[in-house]
């Protein structure tokens, strides 16, 4: 075992620290520990029995509700946009109501990505899905007594947006040090927790919403998120950090082409992938579509087949690369929101909703697999998943208000092209990276 004394931590209170394995190339012990990659389940067995399975598993069920707490209620927000736009804030235009949901799914992914990285190689994963449950469940209920725009904006924006970055992390970091063979798909049926929150969470706020109001449909949605919280914070247990603190920062992969690529290709993904999600209701009520009814289920649609997106892809990913995934997929979502102003029935509108839906679903899922393939140096791979969700949050955070801008200037026209367009410039991004990695070669693994 190597010793421990070089590992870098943090001043929490010791019982936030995890018992941890403490992983270090650099040991002049080598050999008598295994590297991560060694102690990752083969063909979905986990080294050491049906104990040590069962902890597997439950990492995956806790990552299935931190990210229904995260994305899923990210995933929430067009919901309160349609909301907001016709009650609350309907002072605000839509772009400036937009920048709520961009600045939460900002820090989602920022906080997330970029900030908590050290928190989390120092051995403090408790810490982290404590500290984001309570500023996420927080968070909501200050918005349930909000009343006037800056208030949504510091406490849904804000205060919330931070809380889910803090729970993002783990839910994506421990999967690589308990799976190999099936790491895609793990990631991916954890990953399916921010679909079902997507659904479960928007559905709650409509129904409940005209009955007993704004404040108290968002505090349910408080308690729902405090009850299922409980899981991860009794289950997340991550196995091996490193015996030395990462950097926040690696210049080094800079120089590496595909790496660069693909930050381009998600940053374009992320700046279009979620106007759909705030648009597509209010553009089928106004145009006579489907009813109000229907025109608010449309956002659960897109939620429900981005559960097959996320999982039914990351299946194959394992077998054929994440990086041949992403390409295609990505391409398909610009077809399809080049084609969303030309719904004319409800039909049609479902009909793309579902599409759009599984073939954008897989984005979310399948970035930390594909990082892990591109990176040159696996000690250092949260360090580059942290970058790249760095680089990939500031095309989140002004995608949204971008097609609000658009929306006031040219109708829905606007945020269509502007959505399609993104995807398109994503695609062709990512193929370029993979094309960098693998060279101009069509049947390979990447």
């Known amino acids: 075992m190597a010793s421990t004394s070089n590992t870098t931590t943090l001043d929490f209170p010791p019982d ?3 018992d941890k394995i403490t992983s270090d190339s650099n040991s002049s012990l080598g050999g008598q520990e295994k590297p991560q990659e060694e102690q990752a389940i083969e063909d979905g067995q986990v080294d050491g029995g049906k104990s040590e399975t069962l902890t597997a598993l439950l990492q995956v069920v806790g990552a299935f509700f931190l990210m229904f707490n995260s994305w899923g209620v990210a995933n929430t927000f067009g919901a309160y946009q349609t909301f907001y736009e016709g009650d609350l804030l309907k002072g605000q235009t839509p772009s400036q109501i937009s920048w709520i949901g961009s600045i939460q799914a900002f820090l989602l992914l920022s906080v997330g990505g970029f900030i908590t990285g050290p928190i989390f190689d120092a051995g403090y994963i ?3 899905v404590l500290f984001g449950s309570a500023a996420a469940v927080f968070g909501m209920m200050m918005t349930s007594i909000c009343t006037e725009y800056w208030q949504v904006i510091l406490a849904q924006g804000v205060v919330t947006g931070i809380g889910m970055g803090c729970m993002m992390l783990p839910s994506v970091a421990v999967m690589p040090q308990y799976f190999k063979t099936r790491r895609a798909f793990a990631t991916g049926v954890a990953a399916s927790g921010s679909s079902v929150g997507g659904i479960i969470y928007p559905t709650i706020f409509h129904e409940l ?7 108290w449909a968002t505090r349910v949605i408080a308690f729902i998120m405090l009850a299922t919280l409980m899981v991860p914070i009794a289950v997340m247990k991550a196995k091996v950090f490193p015996s030395q603190r990462r950097p926040l920062f690696d210049f080094q992969v800079l120089h590496k082409l595909d790496y660069d690529l693909f930050c381009f290709g998600t940053f374009f993904a992320f700046m279009g992938m979620y106007i759909p999600f705030y648009y597509v209701s209010s553009f089928s009520i106004s145009h006579a579509i489907v009813n109000a009814n229907l025109g608010f289920y449309l956002l659960t649609i897109l939620n429900a087949a981005s559960i097959f997106g996320r999982i039914i892809p990351n299946f194959f990913a394992d077998k054929t690369g994440a990086l041949n995934i992403m390409t295609p997929w990505v391409l398909f979502c610009g077809v399809i929101a080049y084609s969303w102003t030309s719904a004319t029935s ?6 793309l909703c579902i599409f759009y839906g599984f073939f954008s679903g897989t984005l979310v899922s399948i970035i930390a697999p594909a990082v892990v393939g591109i990176s040159p140096d696996l ?6 998943m942290g970058m790249n969700f760095g680089f990939t949050s500031l095309g989140l955070l002004i995608g949204n208000p971008v097609a609000g801008i658009l929306l006031d200037q040219h109708g829905y026209i606007g945020p269509a092209m502007w959505c399609g367009t993104c995807n398109v410039l994503a695609g062709i991004f990512i193929l370029a990276a993979r ?6 070669v069509l049947m390979v693994k990447s």
């Open 126 to 128: 408790r810490a982290l």
């Open 346 to 351: 409800a039909g049609q509108i479902i009909v």
């Open 209 to 215: 919403e005209p009955k007993i109001g704004f404040s």
């Open 435 to 440: 094309v960098s990695k693998t060279g101009p």
């Open 16 to 18: 936030f620290a995890e």
């Open 379 to 384: 000690s250092l791979v949260g360090t580059h």
